[in-house]
């Protein structure tokens, strides 16, 4: 059977039992095993099925999407994974924090933090040319950021599969607030601390994300209007981390400083529902 016959035999029971099983995991705040049994562990097209099935019960249940975020932007974690491309997940408003806020550690499921670039869309990247010039002119600011990682899968056991069809492992994220234009700093040579509890926990620079931040947002510009849902104005972009992520607990708190784009912290509380 070829791959395609296989998709058309068997990807729509499959899809939705995998959206089920990672929709399950994150109702119930315990991981489930992987979706590689169900999607395979470098299907594309099924992972992304499963990511967009997700995101369709999301918006239908009130939650509003404001964004994207690029992940495996590493080269180290890419072969890790055994890929040679990033990912991209749905951001959506729930997702949100603002600088110095505190999150209950339940709200993300097995957390871990990175720290990388965010970027602001001015405008829609959906038609035409999508080049470096094209996205740097869309670009209205970028701030220092956080993205709390998180996996509904359990022990993080994943592939490239398993991450594409979990919304790229997404959990939440937080914005510094300094905003700076692409006249006042330049991305790929944003060099990145992030310390836990005052502790130097993860280094890193601009170039270490696809080799340039705005390269990331390149691929993502295009990787998104082929999928169908390009780009648009207004819209938040984590564009990939500077540096390894790090596991996070309640009680820790979480700051990094970015060259040109200042600093921005988190703190994680006690889960929200530990007293019942």
Not at 60 to 86: C, F, H, M, N
Not at 115 to 124: C, G, H, K, N, S
Not at 238 to 243: E, I, K, P, T
Not at 255 to 271: D, I, N, P, Q, Y
């Amino acid at each position: 059977m070829t791959e395609s016959s296989r998709l058309a035999a068997t990807s729509e029971s499959d899809i939705a039992a995998a959206a089920e099983r990672l929709a399950g995991a994150s109702a119930s705040g315990v991981p489930c095993p992987p979706v590689r049994d169900l999607i395979g562990r470098a299907d594309l097209a099924a992972a992304y099925a499963v990511q967009a099935a997700l995101t369709e019960r999301r918006l239908a249940s009130g939650a509003r999407a404001v964004g994207r975020k690029i992940g495996l932007t590493s080269e180290a974690v890419q072969r890790q994974l055994g890929v040679d491309q990033p990912d991209l997940g749905v951001l959506f408003a729930d997702m949100a924090y603002a600088d110095g806020d505190t999150i209950p550690i339940d709200r993300v499921l097995q957390p871990r933090a990175e720290a990388e670039i965010a970027f602001v869309l001015r405008a829609d990247l959906a038609d035409g040319p999508l080049d470096t010039a094209r996205v740097r002119d869309a670009i209205e600011y970028g701030v220092a950021a956080l993205e709390i990682c998180g996996s509904r899968i359990a022990g993080w056991d994943i592939t490239f599969g398993d991450t594409v069809a979990d919304n790229a492992s997404s959990g939440a994220y937080v914005l510094g607030a300094e905003r700076r234009t692409l006249d006042e700093f330049e991305p790929i040579d944003v060099a990145m601390s992030m310390r836990v509890n005052g502790e130097e926990a993860s280094t890193g620079t601009g170039a270490a994300c696809l080799g340039d931040p705005i390269a990331a947002v390149v691929w993502l510009a295009g990787t998104a209007r082929d999928l169908g849902e390009p780009l648009r104005a207004g819209q938040v972009i984590l564009s990939g981390a500077l540096g390894p992520m790090r596991p996070v607990a309640a009680g820790d708190t979480v700051t990094a400083t970015l060259s040109g784009l200042g600093t921005v912290s988190v703190r994680f509380s006690e889960a929200a529902g530990a007293a019942s």
